[in-house]
């Protein structure tokens, strides 16, 4: 071998290990196997923490709740067959959830067998209905574009869940590819119109109310929406995927709306004339249905509304969640409107609490 190519040679499994370190990864949560010992021996070479688990569906729900609290993606490991089919109901969680997660599974030798099919399923092909990639990485050199593109689609707008599979003579083999560094991720800022639109509707309401839904449980977006309310003094409620956002011990705040009707917390949303829906997500069950004539909705979030014959928002205000939030507030500041129902309500919950 020569000099230069001893100089510029690293093996898969040390390529891939340095670009999860470019990434930022600090713990990957795992029940390793025989198809993953080369990651396992370049893992403990490097500054990420393997954290062992009983099984890989414990493994996968942890990475899965640390991209959720985090915003960055959470991983995981397991080896193929049984290993790797364990992480499909987290890798739903996360689908659903819209939680950032990097799974990595090992496999048999592509190039040639030395088992026959053992264990041997097409991972890759089942994972595809619930991820936003699924792939087998078939040369070293590939495996930092692959990463990097496993990391952007996985944290960015609706984050979710990746996989990459990994085959054991691939980890093995020799790369001459450089890391590809990550970088700063910035979305589209809303148009100054949808902005005017907004800020005129919400003037004009009587009775508005603030609805957190899950795409507004995102790191980024919480001090701004917390700002938002507590300046515009507009009272709030959430879905069970929006609690935590703000703090729920506020004066403001009147309930969760869950799978429940008829409660105190839907008479109040009958009674709004307004809902500034912030992160909507189809997933969640709706907490009020839109009618011709009814209340009218605007749609704060990072993407457009999916329009049905029970949700079609008059004022869209797409882009940055944050950013939108902010340029709210100043355009508004305090709402004068008709709040004494909502105070009401707000008094009876922390007499019940």
């Given at each position: ?35 993953n ?22 493994a ?47 496999q048999k ?39 990097r ?67 507004a ?51 109040a ?30 749609h ?54």
């Open positions: 071998m020569s000099e230069h190519h001893k100089q510029t040679c690293t093996k898969a499994s040390d390529l891939f290990v340095k670009a999860l370190e470019a990434e930022g990864v600090k713990h990957i949560f795992a029940v390793p196997g025989e198809e010992l080369d990651m396992v021996e370049s893992l403990r070479n490097s500054s990420i923490e393997l954290v062992l688990t009983r099984h890989e569906q414990g996968a729900f942890m990475a899965a709740t640390y991209g959720r609290l985090t915003g960055k993606a959470g991983v995981c490991m397991a080896t193929l067959g049984p290993g790797a089919t364990n992480f499909a109901t987290p890798a739903a969680y996360a689908h659903l959830g819209a939680f950032p997660l990097i799974m990595i599974t090992g030798p592509i190039k040639k067998s030395k088992q026959g099919q053992f264990q041997i399923i097409d991972v890759v092909g089942l994972f595809e209905p619930i991820c936003k990639m699924s792939k087998q990485i078939v040369h070293g050199n590939t495996i930092p574009s692959l990463v593109e496993a990391f952007r689609l996985a944290e960015e707008e609706r984050p979710g869940a990746v996989l990459l599979e990994l085959p054991e003579d691939i980890a093995a083999e020799d790369t001459n590819a450089s890391i590809i560094e990550p970088h700063a991720r910035h979305y589209a800022v809303a148009s100054d119109t949808a902005i005017e639109e907004a800020v005129t509707l919400i003037k004009q309401a009587k009775r508005p109310l603030v609805l957190v839904g899950a795409g449980n995102r790191k980024e977006a919480r001090a701004a929406l917390c700002d938002f309310v507590h300046t515009s003094r507009i009272p709030f409620f959430n879905t069970q995927m929006g609690k935590g956002v703000i703090d729920e011990r506020s004066e403001l705040f009147i309930g969760t709306a869950a799978l429940s009707d008829n409660d105190y917390l839907h008479c949303i009958d009674r709004a004339d307004l809902v500034i829906n912030v992160g909507h997500d189809v997933v969640e069950k709706p907490p009020f249905f839109m009618e011709p004539g009814g209340k009218k909705v605007i704060i979030n990072y993407k457009s509304a999916k329009v049905d014959q029970v949700y079609f928002p008059q004022v869209e205000v797409i882009g940055d969640l944050a950013a939108s939030i902010n340029r709210l507030k100043e355009a508004l500041g305090t709402v004068a409107a008709e709040f004494s129902y909502f105070e009401k309500l707000n008094l009876a919950l922390i007499n019940i609490l």
